[in-house]
């Protein structure tokens, strides 16, 4: 059974306020569940409902399993429909990335993007392409909101996000800067090389004029029909397909 | 100001049986209304807000412009926060497809797709690549469906979406079958060559079996990293990336 504070807790990590303060955040259902156990993230408790598959209990002493009802399950879960668990893990607190960790392999920046549906699937994007490192500005959307943990699908477990002045962060990396934009070159055109770092914009308004000005190289994906823009997930999709392809 | 039979006929066309008894759906905000007006889809009333640009209102003489209320928008809208406009569109009846028009260009195929939100991005892509069909079989969603309607951003007002049975439309069609599997050709190594027909399954089935038996060849996107799988709308724009780029 969940006491009072413990409710309270659970809720209050919906908002991202509380989430920094308490350095916790919640992922939901088993398959999630497990991935975020097999991972570098510290998992504090699991709360299961008596439909929980029982084998996964045995998978780590160090985590505090507790069963709940469903009710309680529905009174703190983020989901209209919640699934059979929902886990405690802690935040972590990524060092600093360094030039030398990011040479020889292409890192995504990610400046103001807003919608948690579509961070969720940019993280799966890159763990797909095998992209470990995600760089966002400060005012891109919290990694760690539940919706953007539910879109994930488990891939948030294996994908490191950051967040950091991007000013800072591009005049410290010495590797080219490819970024989203319109009248750049064309993407299947463009020789990617072997390192990088591909920068795209918010959803409604690209990159700030201050990251432009640090892009290396603008970089288009060509348009043939009449559909006014691509979802960002879409062309973020699109420059991860260029360079691996080759 | 709307009539009862007004707000019911409205609001009664956020289900499918209804739309496909009236043979109308709604398309809300001004952007997307005049892409609508600008199209071969016959707009049969547009209700607009004081707010609404009123030099839209001289468009077109064939359509009934009717002022309302912003609480009667709400109370019809689909929407949680209702743009300034909701226009009546008529659903067009497209004729069968035959091989001759398909002939020379390539096609989208979806079989099963559920989700409303895939379903639009999927009518942008096709768009934005300058693919101009999208033949879906009977389960899929409903690409009148609000949702749909405001996931392409007026891309619907290009893309025509056909419904029909895929067996026999893929029986009918002499074309090469591109099906979107597991297990298939790197798509990165594969010649599409200058027409053909894209298969892409639902999100948690993928292609049902009798569908691909009609693969003419089967195309998987290679996995580098570890995400489990890439969401369809993601799929079916490296696909049309693919065959666009050469």
């Not at 886990?87 to 995504?108: C, D, M, R, T, Y």
């Not at 950051?162 to 970024?179: A, C, D, M, Q």
């Not at 591909?198 to 959803?203: F, K, L, R």
Request: charged share 20%.
């Amino acid at each position: 059974m969940l006491s009072k504070s413990q409710i309270n807790l659970l809720k209050s990590l919906q908002q991202k306020k509380f989430r920094r303060e308490h350095g916790l955040f919640i992922v939901e259902g088993h398959k999630s569940i497990t991935e975020f156990i097999n991972s570098a993230y510290p998992v504090e408790a699991v709360y299961y409902t008596p439909s929980f598959d029982s084998k996964m209990l045995k998978l780590s002493q160090k985590i505090n399993f507790c069963e709940i009802s469903v009710t309680e399950l529905e009174r703190v879960s983020s989901l209209k429909t919640p699934q059979d668990a929902l886990a405690l893990v802690k935040i972590p607190e990524w060092p600093v990335l360094q030039h030398e960790q990011l040479k020889g392999k292409f890192s995504l920046v990610l400046d103001g993007i807003q919608d948690p549906g579509n961070m969720g699937t940019i993280i799966r994007i890159a763990d797909w392409f095998g992209i470990d490192s995600i760089i966002c500005s400060e005012d891109t959307v919290d990694a760690y909101n539940p919706k953007v943990v539910q879109a994930c699908m488990g891939s948030l477990a294996r994908v490191k996000v950051h967040y950091t002045s991007l000013i800072e962060f591009l005049s410290k990396i010495k590797l080219p800067v490819y970024g989203a934009l319109l009248d750049g070159a064309n993407i299947y055109q463009t020789d990617f090389g072997k390192e990088g770092l591909i920068v795209m914009g918010n959803e409604g308004n690209g990159l700030s004029p201050e990251v432009q000005k640090m892009v290396n190289k603008a970089i288009t994906i060509p348009r043939i029909g009449k559909a006014e823009s691509l979802n960002v997930a879409i062309a973020t999709a699109l420059f991860c397909s260029e360079i691996t392809r080759k």
